[in-house]
Every structure is written in structure tokens, then in C-alpha cells.
């Protein structure tokens, strides 16, 4: 007998352990599946992200399901924790199942220093980095530049930092598309949006976005933690931001541009923030060139963060950032739609791989992860709340049957931000984390810290734990907090 | 007029009412501001004079206190409250400063002669008044607004992203109008 799931009226069936469909119905062009253990699904099914879900499924083009992984969460349009494949030639692409933040994500830096090197020197080095890396709003950027700067980060990615001295050959290896995403036109960004970018240039902004100083707590896998580089006790540092007021200006550019050349497509979804652009028009060519340039955007304000806060510790530890080895791990996107090629009902098929608030995940041997990883499969970064661990995972060998290579992003909101703001006070958070858990936080709002308090999120091992299980992302190692800095 | 941030997952969503449209549509402005800051610190009362709507058409001057105006147009009512935001949220970054006490001067549906003069050429770009982006020939509706800046740097204030058009409503009720946006943040 069939196990059900019914979430007020919206019933899912369960295909094998982890894995509930929603059958295709009326307007659906393909079912829906979410990847969530039944505890996961509760929690999943208490706001509109099924709906969201289902309505995602109306999307031109939309191959096999549209598939909603474990920390997914009510997003605006496509839920976030979503992963949809719209064919390149038929489909479509959508910048509302991007999502504004384009290539928010996260990054991984290394580094040869244990957790006893660092005890004792936490509030220093929370101070130094809160002072050296902007955060909030309107705190300016690493560096404050004209246009003409912008255009060529547009188009060069990281290799724009590496010849202005913010990155390392290294640097570039260990990143997706090694930094530099192909296709990327600056032309198509907006001068509005430009204007936005020009004093954002290494900057965290605020919401979830932070930088934290973790230990390495647990090793899953000594085998592949050994080719990451991770072992027991290790201090990483961990990234997450997106292409701030750039990336959200040019998501709504094209919406708007959409909505005014395309608004037949449009009267046929069930929510407008879907809208999205046919496949082979225009206005999907000058989208996706646009949403490449800020993919590049987003890599050059994580890695010039990165490079400050190597900055940071050579200054706090007195010596050299290299001898303490601060390489780059890896650099995973959260919000991005991709040109992928992935074999459907036996043929290869070339589709625009949208992940919003999901992460690549590729398996060992396949030819897009970097030659260093190569044969272990893709690093996965997983940030937890600032009071739980984060994970790294690599890319599992059903990620690419199950959810066109791609995983979990995160824990995965719980509660809404104004809910928390009533139940948690930013000070006492900030406190208790701190004299509880030897956790030292400081952010420009007291307000972020009570919307960001660790209640407020999903319980990130459980993320993990069937992302494991559905083997689409293997844990690896497991990480905790040192320090963290917020906007 | 007034506003109420409601509770969304990730996100912010602002309900906002108000006996006319123009009311209604700054109220949301103003529950934007809201939601990115705490407490809005009110206006220093040396600095201000005059303070009627209506009485400092000067514009962007800076004159007698700190307040902008922004013109947006767009090809409809809800499309212009999507615009209007966006702009708002746009002047944040580049001023550097937090729009509050929104007010919305004009809110209209530019009749056929007026918008004649921006129709011949027809396609983007060929508007000659300030558009809100690339200019466009259906473009009928149109806001003029003012409010009130606030510097980033003397405020503890957060990021809103951007506005969505996720659920947004913007509709007559008896009694005026009443308005949702979601804004992610």
C-alpha cells in the first residue's frame, strides 16, 4: 500500500524512503518531488512551499519533476530549497527561479591552524574581522570602484581579482568554472545596477549572509576529508554572500522586461514571480548572459572578503597568510540557473539547471568538478545556524538521477524573521552563545542576531543526515563555530 | 493610512491600507522602511521647515531638510507600485541613505493626449520625461513621490533585497485600498 502524506489537500506519495511525489494534475506539466524525511516533510508542509512547488511545475520545459530538497522552505514564486530543469532549446529560463541574490553561496577557506591556536584569541579576532570586513547596509566595499571596474569583474570573475592582487593561480583552481563563468555580458547589466555595484565590491550585507571562523568537530570520510584537506580540529572559515544590490537590481530588471515582451507566457503561471523567458529568445539570451556576469560578481565579493580576512589573520596570528596555509576549499552557488547537459529518458539533453537555494552536487568522475577533486566528487559546503555545525558533504553518485545533481543548501528557515524578533532578543542570543557555547558573535544589528538565532532554523543534521541517506550529498566532515561576524 | 509587517518564512511581507491609493501605496513605502530598520529616528526639529505635502516641490535640494523626490512610471497600477518600491530600494543603495515618510503626491493613469507626446517614437527608450528603467510607450501610469532620507550610517538599519511581485495585491475596498507585498530580504 501506498504511504500518503496529505498537507492540507495537497497529498504526496511516498516512491521510496526520502523521496514524495505530488502527481502530475491540472496546469502540471511534470510531477513534483520533495526529498525530506517525514519529520522534514512536517516542517515543509507547514507553510506555501508546496505550493510554490507545484506551481514551479507549470514552467515550459520542465523535465522529469520539479524537486524540492530537504531544507526547502516559502520562497516568493519558486520555493527556496528548489531545483527545476527547463530544456535550453523548448523550455525556458526563469530569473524568479534564480532568484534576486544571484550566486549567493558559500566558500571554504582552509587553514593549518588547530582550535588551540585560536582559543583565547576569539574576541580579537571576531573584533578584527568585524572592522576589516563591510557589513550591513551601506557599509561600502572592500573596494570602492567606477563603473568601469564593475564591467570588467562582469566579464572576468575572479581573474580580474588575481590581476589586481586579490587572489592567488590557487584560488581559481579550486572554484567552480575555476572564477570565471563563460558567456557573461556587462552590457546586459543595467546601469542601475551597476550604480549599485560600484561601493558593494567585498562586501556580506546583512539577513543570513556572514562570515564565521569554524573547527573541524567530526570526520565522516577520512579517506575523501583527507583529499579536502580536513582533519579533526582544523580552524576553516566560512563565506556566505551573494552579488548584493547588483544581482537583486539586474533579477528585477528582467522580471520587468519579461512581464513587458512576454506577458502571454506569463498569463499561463499561476504566480508572476515565476516569470520566465522562452528558450531561445532574446530576452532568455540577454538574461542569461546578464545572470552570468553576475554569477562572476558574486565569486570576485567572496573572494575579496577572502582576501581580507587572510589580511585578518596574518595580522592577529603575525605571519604570513601563506604560512598558515588559507587556500580556498571551494566555492559553491546557491541561486543560479546553468547550461548543464544530463542524460533524460536515455538521451543527453541540454537544460537550464535552475537551483535556487540548492547546491550542485556533483558525483566523483564527472567532467565539470575541478581535476583537484575529481575523483572524490564535487565539495559541497553546507552552513548550518551559528549555534549548530556545518557540514561539508561531497556530491553523491544519485545526485544526478535524483535532483539533476544538486542538494541541500542549508539548514532551512523555520520561523519567520518578525516571529523570531518576537521571541528572541539579539543581546541574550548573543550571550548565551557565547558563555554557553564559546561562540563569539558580534553584528551591526542586534536585530539580525535575534532574526538569525539558531531556533529559527531547521535542524541542519537532519539536512545532512538524508542528503546522506539518498545518497545525493555524502557527509564528509562536520564543523562548529568559532567566531562569527554578521551585517 | 497604515501598515503592518506580516510574518513570511524568509522573507518580509508588508499589509498596508489607506483611504485613498496614494495613501495606500506610501503606506507600503513606509512599511519597507519598517522593515528595514527598528527605529526610525524622527526629523531634528531645527532642520525642517514647512513639511506640507505640496510645499516643497523644490525636489532634490536639500534645502530646508532632507528630503528626495522620485518620479516612476509604469504600464500598470500594480507594475507602478512594483517600480516605485524598486526605486525606492534602488535610491537606498546609491544615496546611501533610508527612504522614510514616504509621500505619494501623484498617483495617475496618464490620459491618451498627455502620453501622445511619448508615443510617437514607440519603442524603449524614447521617453523623454525621467522613466523609471527603459522607457516605454505603454507606460500610462504614473507616480511622483517624495521622502525623507536617512543616512545609512547614523541608523541601525538592515538590508531588504528587493520587492516581489509573490502575492502582492493591490486592490479597491469599501473604505479606500488595500495593498501586500512580499519583499525578500
Known amino acids: 500500500m501506498t504511504t500518503t502524506f496529505d498537507a492540507d489537500g495537497i497529498v504526496l506519495e511516498q516512491v521510496r524512503e526520502h523521496v514524495w511525489e505530488l502527481p502530475q494534475e491540472d496546469g502540471m506539466r511534470v510531477p513534483a518531488r520533495v526529498l525530506a524525511s517525514e519529520s522534514l516533510l512536517e516542517e515543509i508542509s507547514e507553510d506555501r512551499t508546496l505550493e510554490q512547488l507545484r506551481n514551479a511545475t507549470h514552467l515550459p520545459g520542465i523535465t522529469n519533476y520539479a524537486v524540492c530538497m530537504p531544507d526547502g522552505h516559502q520562497g516568493y514564486g519558486f520555493p527556496v530549497g528548489g531545483v527545476g530543469a527547463m530544456d535550453a532549446e523548448n523550455g525556458c529560463i526563469s530569473p524568479g527561479a534564480v532568484g534576486y541574490d544571484i550566486n549567493c553561496g558559500v566558500r571554504m577557506m582552509k587553514t593549518n591552524l588547530t582550535y588551540d591556536d585560536v582559543s583565547g584569541l576569539e574576541r580579537e579576532l571576531v573584533d578584527a574581522l568585524f572592522e576589516a570586513v563591510p557589513s550591513g547596509l551601506g557599509g561600502g566595499g572592500v573596494v570602492e570602484t567606477g563603473v568601469d571596474t564593475v564591467e570588467q569583474i562582469l566579464e572576468r570573475g575572479v581573474d580580474w581579482a588575481l590581476e589586481a592582487g586579490y587572489a592567488v593561480e590557487d584560488d581559481l583552481l579550486h572554484c567552480e568554472d575555476e572564477g570565471v563563468r563563460a558567456g557573461a555580458d556587462a552590457s546586459m547589466v543595467s546601469q542601475k545596477a551597476k550604480d549599485r555595484g560600484k561601493n558593494q565590491v567585498g562586501s556580506l550585507g546583512s539577513g543570513n549572509h556572514f562570515l564565521e571562523v569554524q573547527r573541524v568537530t567530526d570526520v565522516y570520510d577520512d579517506a575523501v576529508a583527507e583529499a579536502f584537506g580536513l582533519e579533526r580540529d582544523q580552524i576553516v572559515v566560512l563565506i556566505h554572500c551573494g552579488s548584493r544590490g547588483l544581482g537583486h537590481q539586474t533579477c528585477n530588471d528582467y522580471l520587468r522586461k519579461i512581464e513587458r515582451q512576454h506577458g502571454g507566457l506569463l498569463d499561463q503561471l499561476p504566480d508572476k514571480e515565476l516569470a520566465a523567458a522562452p528558450a531561445g529568445s532574446q530576452l532568455a539570451e540577454e538574461y542569461y548572459a546578464a545572470m552570468n556576469a553576475a554569477i562572476n560578481y558574486a565569486w570576485v565579493n567572496r573572494q575579496l572578503i577572502m582576501h581580507r580576512t587572510r589580511e585578518v589573520f596574518a595580522d592577529v596570528f603575525d605571519r604570513p597568510w601563506e604560512s598558515m596555509e588559507m587556500d580556498l576549499l571551494y566555492d559553491v552557488a546557491h541561486n543560479i540557473a546553468k547550461k548543464e547537459v544530463h542524460e533524460v529518458d536515455g538521451e543527453d539533453r541540454e537544460l537550464y539547471v535552475h537551483r535556487k537555494g540548492a547546491t550542485r552536487a556533483f558525483p566523483a568522475g564527472h567532467p565539470n568538478v575541478p581535476a583537484a577533486y575529481r575523483d572524490v566528487g564535487q565539495p559541497v559546503i553546507i552552513p548550518g545556524s551559528m549555534g549548530a555545525g556545518s557540514y561539508v558533504l561531497r556530491g553523491g553518485e544519485n545526485s544526478l538521477d535524483l535532483t539533476f545533481g544538486s542538494t541541500a543548501h542549508g539548514a532551512g528557515r523555520l520561523m519567520s524573521r518578525t516571529q523570531a524578533k518576537n521571541e528572541y532578543w539579539g543581546e541574550d542570543v548573543r550571550e548565551e552563545l557565547e558563555s554557553g557555547q564559546g561562540i563569539y558573535v558580534k553584528a551591526q544589528s542586534g536585530a539580525t542576531v535575534a532574526e538569525e538565532a539558531p531556533g529559527v532554523y531547521k535542524d541542519v543534521d537532519e539536512v545532512v543526515r538524508v542528503s546522506d541517506e539518498l545518497g545525493i550529498g555524502d557527509k564528509v566532515v562536520r564543523t562548529f563555530p568559532v567566531c562569527n561576524i554578521k551585517g | ?185
Open chain 2, 1 to 185: 493610512m497604515s501598515y503592518e509587517l506580516r510574518a513570511h518564512t524568509a522573507d518580509v511581507a508588508v499589509a498596508a491600507s489607506g483611504g485613498t491609493l496614494e495613501a495606500t501605496v506610501a503606506a507600503v513605502a513606509d512599511g519597507l522602511a519598517a522593515a528595514s530598520c527598528d527605529e526610525i529616528p524622527g526629523v531634528d526639529a531645527d532642520r525642517v521647515s514647512g513639511g506640507d505635502a505640496g510645499s516643497d516641490s523644490s525636489g532634490d535640494s536639500g534645502e530646508s531638510d532632507d528630503r528626495f523626490t522620485l518620479e516612476v512610471r509604469a504600464e500598470s497600477r500594480e507594475a507602478l507600485l512594483f517600480e516605485y518600491l524598486d526605486e525606492l530600494i534602488y535610491l537606498r543603495d546609491v544615496r546611501l541613505e533610508l527612504p522614510v515618510d514616504n509621500r505619494v503626491r501623484t498617483l495617475e493613469r496618464v490620459d491618451e493626449d498627455a502620453g501622445d507626446e511619448s508615443e510617437g517614437a514607440g519603442d524603449e527608450g524614447a521617453l523623454e520625461e525621467p522613466a523609471s528603467r527603459d522607457g516605454h510607450a505603454s507606460d500610462r501610469w504614473r507616480l511622483e513621490a517624495d521622502a525623507r532620507g536617512i543616512p545609512l550610517a547614523t541608523i541601525d538599519a538592515r538590508e531588504v533585497k528587493a520587492v516581489t511581485y509573490s502575492e502582492m495585491r493591490l486592490e479597491a475596498v469599501d473604505d479606500g485600498w488595500e495593498a501586500y507585498v512580499v519583499f525578500d530580504v
